[in-house]
């Protein structure tokens, strides 16, 4: 009997590979983000709390349409 948790799909593998988190360079690209979120972090300190989860929303916004639509 096949064990159903286990991955069997080498296609798969390969796809998940190459996911940032699972990927060697996985901790130096959590790094990059970290030191981007501080950039961003430390430009909207001037604003109040509720702004700065406003800009952070919106920035996260962007994001995922950038990413979705793959636009530049």
Known sequence: MTDRTKNTNPEISAEIAGIGYLSPRG????????LELGF??????????NEQIFILDVLHE???DILINKEP
Do not use: F, S, T
């Not at 901790?27 to 970290?34: I, N, P, Q, T």
């Not at 430390?42 to 709390?49: A, D, L, R, T, V």
């Open 62 to 64: 962007y994001i995922l």
């Open 27 to 34: 901790a130096e690209l959590k790094d990059v983000a970290r």
């Open 40 to 49: 961003v972090r430390e430009h909207i300190q001037g604003y109040n709390e």
